[in-house]
């Protein structure tokens, strides 16, 4: 349980290798691709020219990708193929994904819901077209009037809006003023708008409509095919009718593809790790005949890299991290601690150099301070539950099965730690028994944290002081295996001997005097380390003063009694709310649904909190005292899927 120790790879090979041996690095998944130009001569040969990069490959498989993408997308909306919750991804022979003739098919099967997709697309805008036409015309629908009819040698049509607020009567009078032969008449109208239609003699037309304008008469011109506009909407709502039925004809065409949605995602997939492998094989430097990487891997990796470079006729070359080098980290911990690396990692994974793997002690306390803080049996049972279905069922990977997998062992925590408090469901026995038998009971506990603060606000100091104490511990061990002795006595195990004679005062004064005053010279020597001058007095004081900063830590764990709190306070709210009414059968009705509302909520709520405070425990009061960070995650080149899980072949 450590941090692994890596090798550096320099690997050469033949050119036309280059294709199978990424491919086969990526089935091995233990390897690190440095995506640099090496450093000296090969350096000097890529800005030659004399080695080169090429990623035209690269950008013709995303294109295929994409194509692929937007398929999908299609499939999804058309014929949307559901898949029972919680189902685990389809396995897929690693054969069946990268065959050649299954991925032309996914692409001709793309390009086909692709063709269908758009056409669909354009009867959608036809029809869209068509209906915003005879929108406009709707309103007009009372005239029986030709559209096409503007007039004749002696008379015009006129036709136009003006705000609803007009008179028309009065507009009518004011216009035959002007124009004597004017006939208005309103055809339609709606909130905005009245809808007008004038006939005048053609002499009198631009007088009427001056007048008309003054009014905010708008002039209306009508595109469409003859009749009136009965006529025009008659025919559009035939031709809205067609377009529709050949659009339902293209969707259902579209939804007997929905079966072929597996093919695409298998494609999707394969495309996706064929991106990833040119984007590495553009990577790799490489002349007419020679290809050339670098890389890293793990220690333990290494007999399994040999072999595959002995069958690729590869040349290689294994060697220790230098100095300078960003070497990459993997945390290698066992199948109980491994899933609290996600922890670790979103804090910062630790220098390669560090010497300290903080997770197999962070574990543990993170295991114990998450349950302390949710505190509920009931609760704990329920999450543990639910974590550990959903792992069966779907079978996650990577992060998700990290996650899901550190919250299965908080479940555990919580249930323990709540039939420790008493906690089931807050105090819902003691409701139900009272409220339904009329009989007092109360759950058994060995503390509660409602009723006695004070002993759980001491248990949480003493797991603060413990876990403090530990990352002082690790911090000496650090110093130890660095060489460091004397930082590691004065500078930590002082502090135990000046904490140890404090406890000893309790049972004897004198004695825990003397053993305190040890412990508190050894503090001050420590601080005086690597110092000269009038900074050793200055260092010895600051040293003694560092106390103030460890009694800090402690009292931050105070927040594992006001989670606690919080988790009990709100069940027993939740439990007496539901309860007023008492237990009649409307009442009992109230009482179940406020219980599950309440409780979820309760639950969802302060595992929230809980996550995000005891990961503050570990991030600052534990690995504030011994973790060096600055390390960047291992990332080997591996096959990734989102839609699939491959089954490797031998």
Request: proline content about 4%.
């Amino acid at each position: 349980m450590s941090i692994a120790a890596m090798k550096k790879l320099t690997l050469a090979g033949a050119n036309s290798d280059r294709r199978q041996v990424v491919a086969e690095m990526m089935r091995l998944g233990c390897i690190e691709i440095n995506d640099i130009a090496p450093d000296g001569a090969v350096a000097g040969l890529i800005e030659s020219g004399a080695m080169r990069r090429d990623d035209s490959a690269e950008a013709a498989v995303l294109a295929d990708r994409a194509r692929i993408e937007a398929a999908l997308a299609v499939l999804d909306r058309y014929a949307h193929q559901k898949k029972p919750m919680f189902a685990p991804k389809p396995e897929v022979h690693e054969f069946v994904l990268f065959d050649e003739r299954t991925a032309a098919s996914a692409k001709r099967e793309a390009e086909t819901v692709l063709a269908l997709s758009e056409q669909a697309e354009e009867l959608a805008a036809g029809i869209r077209s068509l209906e915003g036409d005879a929108a406009a015309l709707e309103p007009w629908r009372g005239m029986d009037v030709p559209l096409e009819l503007t007039g004749g040698r002696s008379f015009r049509v006129i036709r136009g809006t003006v705000p609803s607020y007009v008179d028309v009567p009065a507009l009518q009078a004011e216009v035959r003023q002007d124009a004597p032969t004017a006939e208005l008449e309103r055809v339609g109208a709606d909130k905005q708008v009245q809808y007008l239609c004038a006939v005048t003699a053609r002499s009198e037309s631009d007088a009427a409509v001056k007048v008309l304008r003054e009014r905010g008469f708008a002039e209306q011109n009508f595109k469409g095919g003859p009749g009136t506009a009965a006529d025009n909407i008659g025919r559009l709502r035939t031709e809205i009718a067609e377009k529709e039925a050949e659009k339902k004809a293209v969707e259902e065409q579209l939804a007997a593809h929905g079966p072929n949605t597996a093919l695409l995602e298998r494609a999707y997939d394969a495309l996706t790790n064929e991106a990833r492998r040119e984007q590495v094989r553009s990577g790799i430097a490489r002349t007419e005949n020679v290809f050339y990487l670098e890389g890293w891997l793990p220690e333990a990796s290494v007999k399994s890299a040999q072999a595959l470079f002995e069958r690729m006729g590869c040349a290689w070359s294994f060697s220790d991290p230098g100095e300078t080098d960003d070497v990459p980290v993997r945390l290698d911990n066992n199948r109980i601690v491994s899933p609290y690396n996600e922890i670790t990692s979103m804090y910062g994974m630790p220098a390669y150099n560090s010497l300290i793997d903080p997770n197999p002690t962070m574990a543990f306390f993170y295991f114990l301070c998450f349950g302390l803080m949710l505190s509920d049996a009931a609760y704990g049972i329920l999450l543990a539950l639910g974590c550990f279905f959903y792992l069966k069922k779907a079978k996650p990977s990577g992060s998700m099965k990290n996650m899901l997998t550190m919250f299965l062992f908080g479940g555990i925590s919580t249930a323990i730690w709540g039939a420790v408090f008493g906690s089931w469901f807050g105090n819902a026995a003691s409701v139900i028994a009272e409220g339904v038998f009329h009989k007092t009971f109360v759950m058994p506990a060995l503390i509660d944290p409602i009723s006695e603060p004070i002993k759980m606000m001491v248990l949480s100091y003493v797991i603060g002081g413990i876990q403090v104490m530990t990352a002082m511990f690790l911090d000496a061990l650090r110093r130890i295996k660095r060489r460091d002795i004397a930082g590691a006595i004065f500078g930590i195990f002082a502090w135990y001997v000046l904490f140890a004679g404090i406890g000893v005062l309790f049972l004897n004064k004198k004695a825990g005097l003397i053993v305190a005053g040890i412990g508190l010279l050894g503090v001050m020597i420590g601080g005086t380390l690597g110092k000269k001058g009038l900074s050793k007095f200055t260092g010895a004081f600051l040293a003694v003063y560092n106390i103030t900063g460890i009694f800090s830590d402690v009292l931050s764990y105070s927040r594992l009694l006001a989670l606690c709190l919080s988790t009990a306070v709100v069940a027993q709210v939740v439990n007496i709310m539901g309860s007023l009414n008492g237990f009649t059968v409307g009442g009992t009705i109230l009482f179940i649904v406020v219980f599950i509302v309440g409780h979820v909520f309760n639950l969802a709520l302060n595992l929230l909190g809980t996550y995000v405070h005891t990961s503050r425990l570990q991030y600052i009061e534990y690995f504030g005292r011994f973790y060096e960070g600055g390390g960047r995650t291992f990332k080997p080149l591996t096959l990734q899927t989102k839609y699939v899980d491959i089954v490797k072949e031998d």
